[in-house]
């Protein structure tokens, strides 16, 4: 008997949190709340004007791409190349846009991602 008590509290529990899980979507949904998913980038983007003639004839994404590591140069530093690069004397996924003896100021632009 306690097995199946059991059985029925976990099956409440389950049914209790998927309602609940659809209630708080429909509200969501109601009051034009922002979904969960990502629907517009709130990340810092460099000025566009900085970057040389031939990346700013790339596409949009890998202008975004160069952009965005350009203002958040600190945090790329931390994060691993997962590309295969590091034979090519890559440190992080920084290298993949800069060289790592550059600085903020002048930046030296790694052309790997350029694809």
């Known amino acids: ?38 629907s517009k980038h709130g990340y810092k983007l460099a000025p566009e004007s900085i970057l040389p003639a031939d990346i700013r004839k790339a596409p949009e994404e890998v202008r975004e791409a160069y952009r965005f590591a350009i203002a958040n140069r600190n ?28 600085t903020p100021e002048k930046p030296l632009f790694d052309k790997m991602s350029l694809g």
């Open 75 to 102: 945090t790329l530093r931390y994060i691993p190349c997962y590309c295969g690069c590091g034979e090519q004397g890559h440190t992080s996924n920084a290298s993949c846009y800069f060289q790592d003896n550059s």
């Open 1 to 38: 008997m306690v097995k199946k008590a059991d059985e029925t509290r976990s099956r409440r529990l389950f049914l209790l949190a998927g309602g609940s899980t659809v209630a708080a979507l429909a509200l969501n949904g109601l009051f034009g709340l922002e979904s969960f998913g990502a």
